[in-house]
């Protein structure tokens, strides 16, 4: 396990591993769960997986390629009623990766400029969204968005999400909670669907977009087609 970098008040929290009936419980890291290298997201190209299916990593956009990352996983998964905790684990040679420093955590725009992890979130049966955008140096941003790229206002949420990053020789992880009891649109939703993203910069400042599905044409994290993941909530 990386050895913490920064911390808020989620910073003992992992990922959890699959038993054998399906089921996911605590107790290990993404990285433990599917290996520093990753594995394969075939299974987002067919119909969209449940909450309840294996970590799986993003790929890049074949117009920005970058040889500096080994892979990129990611992780969601709903806790309590009114939480979505999102985790990112980024292997891959970062002396040749911009990786913001490390900050007190505050809000801010452009995090997309720089490497930035990123999430999408729509209740199953709207046409609105949520853009969640957490930066290594744990400053965030949430946005709505009453339809695809239309409507965009920010997000108001009654507090920050609580941010983890862990960092080591050939890793870097992220691991973001957001509470849902302000955002009404996600609040009361049984079903989301969910997009998860990143864009990395590279050391000579050249961004890579990396997410679970690409649509035809040029990076665009908002596409319908992006939202892969199906989140049940109770």
């Keep these: 396990m990386c050895p913490l970098m920064t911390s808020g008040p989620m910073s003992g929290a992992v990922p959890a591993a699959e038993g054998a009936d399906g089921r996911f419980r605590s107790g290990r890291s993404i990285r433990d769960e599917f290996g520093i ?52 684990s980024l292997a891959a040679d970062l002396s040749r990766v911009r990786v913001p420093p490390p900050g007190v955590g505050r809000l801010a725009d ?6 930035c992890f990123e999430a999408f979130v729509a209740a199953a049966d709207a046409p609105g969204y949520h853009e969640f955008n957490f ?3 744990r400053d965030w941003a949430i ?13 108001e949420t009654g507090g920050a999400p609580e941010i983890s990053v862990r960092r080591c020789d050939g890793a870097l992880e992220l691991e973001s909670a957001v509470r849902l009891r302000h955002l009404a649109d996600l609040r009361d939703a049984h079903h989301l669907r969910v997009a998860m993203a990143a864009v990395i910069e590279d050391d000579a400042g050249g961004l890579s977009y990396w997410g679970l599905r690409h649509a035809p044409g040029k990076p665009d994290f908002h596409h319908p087609n992006g939202f892969a993941l199906e989140v049940a909530r109770s």
């Design 37 to 88: 290298d990753g594995r394969s997201s075939d299974e987002y190209n067919g119909p969209m997986a449940s909450i309840d299916s294996r970590p799986t990593v993003l790929s890049v956009h074949p117009s920005t390629p970058n040889d500096a990352v080994r892979s990129l996983g990611v992780w969601v998964r709903a806790e309590n009623s009114d939480m979505l905790v999102f985790h990112y």
């Design 110 to 115: 452009a995090l997309w400029k720089h490497t």
């Design 135 to 137: 930066s290594p140096s």
């Design 143 to 155: 946005y709505r968005f009453s339809a695809y790229r239309e409507g965009m206002s920010r997000a």
